[in-house]
T-cell receptor, first 116, second 111 residues
Framework: EPEVTQTPSHQVTQMGQEVILRCVPI?????FYWYRQILGQKVEFLVS????????KSEIFDDQFSVERPDGSNFTLKIRSTKLEDSAMYFC??????????????FGEGSRLTVL | EDQVTQSPEALRLQEGESSSLNCSYT??????LFWYRQDPGKGPEFLFT???AGEEKEKERLKATLTKKESFLHITAPKPEDSATYLC????????????FGTGTRLTVIP
């Protein structure tokens, strides 16, 4: 069964360092997303991406964040200068369409980011 | 503002003891309501999508229903392997394609 894969599974970094989280979405999906979940809290939307551009972003997704689809398979989230409050589990997701009966989002296993 | 409220926060059931989880929502036009299962340290696993009031979906011991204000996830004769956090999320018709999640119900099924 096709799945969304994410790397690394866990990354520890120092405050102020740049971090890149990587994702390989399901191959025939067209919409890509990043969500995050701070420990014990709800899953929160960060950004959605379609046709090589951001289609929507939340207030959390400020200038420190960027996304890129550098090739036909990878989708990356970059945090330029990490802060302590960026510590969270980051989930990548993909969907075939933006809504309707094929709009279900499928999530990866997550990348746990710990900022010290 | 879109809101999703799930209750109870936590639920402990004996194996075989059926129950229901609630998801109340407020959204500016519902495109879809989604149920996910999340195991500790893992990503949400898709279970169901419901699109209109009156719709029902079933999968093994789980059945999801939808009204205009809430959704229920019914668990019939649960087993210990059903222990997980169950997340409800809504997708609005406003053009946004992202999901807005509730805080989840943490279900523990005791053998």
């Amino acid at each position: 069964e096709p799945e969304v894969t994410q790397t690394p599974s866990h990354q520890v970094t120092q405050m102020g360092q740049e971090v890149i989280l990587r994702c390989v979405p399901i191959s025939n999906h067209l919409y890509f997303y990043w969500y995050r979940q701070i420990l014990g809290q709800k899953v929160e939307f960060l950004v959605s991406f379609y046709n090589n551009e951001i289609s929507e972003k939340s207030e959390i997704f400020d200038d420190q964040f960027s996304v890129e689809r550098p090739d036909g398979s990878n989708f990356t989230l970059k945090i330029r200068s990490t802060k302590l409050e960026d510590s969270a589990m980051y989930f990548c997701a993909s969907s075939r369409t933006s809504g309707g009966r094929t709009g279900e989002l499928f999530f990866g296993e997550g990348s746990r980011l710990t900022v010290l | 503002e879109d809101q999703v409220t799930q209750s109870p926060e936590a639920l402990r059931l004996q194996e075989g003891e059926s129950s229901s989880l609630n998801c109340s929502y407020t959204v500016s036009g519902l495109r879809g309501l989604f149920w996910y299962r999340q195991d500790p340290g893992k990503g949400p696993e898709f279970l169901f999508t419901l699109y209109s009031a009156g719709e029902e979906k079933e999968k093994e011991r789980l059945k999801a229903t939808l009204t205009k204000k809430e959704s229920f996830l019914h668990i019939t004769a649960p087993k210990p392997e059903d222990s997980a956090t169950y997340l409800c999320a809504v997708q609005a018709q406003t053009g946004a394609n992202n999901l807005f999640f509730g805080t989840g119900t943490r279900l523990t099924v005791i053998p």
